[in-house]
């Protein structure tokens, strides 16, 4: 029984590490390979049931649009949006509800929180600062307590740590594995040779 339980025990540390790993390189890793920004959701305008919600405490990682491509959003994307033209400080994440494309041939979008009971006013396609990709759930608030200068120096030392602690417990595992085969060929030879042995004393 306690070699029972010491496996499982093993087990459920190696799948909780890989969550965790999992998890840092959604995050962080994956998304500075792609040049994506990733940002911790702060109200609850977007926690509902549909694909692609979040909530308060999440992390949601977005892509960057620039020029032409901000224009390029369908209805149901979630957006990143300055919400006032002229103030680039402060963004929102909502879903695209609306596209409305004026005479003279300009775009802007009318957004609505999945929480929110009514619209958003309309934005221009300039607003637009990029799309989500996709959200980690409560990731965000252990983000926001890292200072910015350290982020990336314990990101990646906690992913090290990970795959190298991941890597010893897989060697650890295997280890007895393989002396249990090294035993089991040993104890095969033996029995081999008193085989033999027998062979030549009935002869």
Not at 12 to 28: K, R
Not at 32 to 50: F, K
Not at 146 to 163: E, F, M
């Amino acid at each position: 029984m306690k070699k029972i339980l010491a496996v499982i025990g093993k087990i459920s540390f190696l799948l909780t590490m890989m969550v965790v790993a999992a998890a840092v390189t959604a995050g962080s890793l994956y998304p500075a390979v792609r040049g994506w920004v990733p940002l911790t959701v702060l109200t609850g305008s977007m926690d509902g049931d549909r694909g692609g919600s979040f909530a308060p405490g999440d992390l949601v990682v977005v892509k960057p649009l620039f020029d032409e491509e901000r224009e390029t959003p369908k209805i149901g994307d979630v957006v990143s949006f300055h919400p006032r033209p002229n103030d680039v400080t402060g963004l929102t994440s909502h879903r695209i509800v609306d596209r409305i494309e004026a005479s003279d041939g300009s775009l802007s979008f009318v957004t609505q929180g999945d929480a929110n009971g009514s619209p958003d006013e309309p934005i221009a396609s300039k607003q637009v600062a990029g799309v989500v990709q996709y959200s980690v759930p409560k990731l965000g608030f252990a983000a926001h307590a890292i200072p910015g200068q350290a982020k990336p120096v314990i990101v990646y030392t906690a992913a090290s740590l990970l795959i190298g602690a991941g890597a010893v417990m897989g060697i650890r595992a295997a280890l007895p594995a393989c002396t249990r085969k090294k035993d089991e060929e040993a104890q095969a030879r033996d029995q081999d040779k008193e085989g033999d042995a027998t062979e030549q004393v009935a002869s």
